[in-house]
């Protein structure tokens, strides 16, 4: 097993669309909403579910872009200083109703730092989490509040996740650990 794409364009955007709709029917107060993307996909994803709720309901949701490099607990192990990135949010998420968005959830240490890091940022009234990909393994207690596709893996197993805004296409893989 090399690659095995397991998500396409089409699948892609579905998804999307079913956790938007999902966030409008969870009776969100959309006005008190902001999205924040974990970098970097995160981002991209986090702005087209803003540009779908903008479009289905007419309301601008800010987003953010949260950098959670001096957050990991496994820096550590790191040799070197991390490459770090700017957050940028667009405004104070205190008393906010706040979205973390992410590509994948595995073993969720990075929504872990996530939290951390959005604390810096005031305190949200409500904290929820989006993921495109639920694979599984966790390693402390988070589950996603909204998820576009569950794809069970193996740990041998890795999910590539590819983004038009950054990889020139949308579409998932699957793919072994190890092989070329």
Not at 34 to 58: H, P, S
Not at 138 to 159: H, L, Q, W, Y
Request: glycine share 6%.
């Amino acid at each position: 097993m090399t690659k095995k794409e397991v998500i396409d364009e089409v699948t892609m955007k579905r998804a999307l669309t079913r956790i938007t709709y999902e966030i409008i029917e969870r009776n969100y107060e959309i006005n008190q909403l902001v999205l924040v993307g974990i970098k970097t996909r995160g981002i991209y994803i986090a702005q087209r579910i803003a540009q779908r709720l903008q479009q289905l309901e007419n309301v601008e949701v800010p987003v953010g872009a949260l950098d959670i490099t001096l957050y990991r607990d496994d820096q550590k192990e790191q040799v070197g200083k991390p490459e770090l990135h700017a957050s940028s949010i667009p405004e104070s998420l205190e008393g906010k109703e706040v979205i973390v968005v992410d590509d994948v959830l595995f073993t969720g240490r990075t929504i872990r730092a996530a939290l951390d890091a959005i604390m810096d940022f005031g305190r949200p009234q409500k904290v929820a989490l989006a993921v495109l990909i639920d694979r599984g393994h966790r390693e402390v207690p988070i589950r996603a509040d909204f998820v576009g596709k569950n794809i069970p893996t193996s740990s041998a197993e890795e999910i590539i996740v590819e983004m038009l805004e950054v990889d020139g296409a949308d579409r998932v893989f699957i793919h072994k650990k190890g092989e070329a």
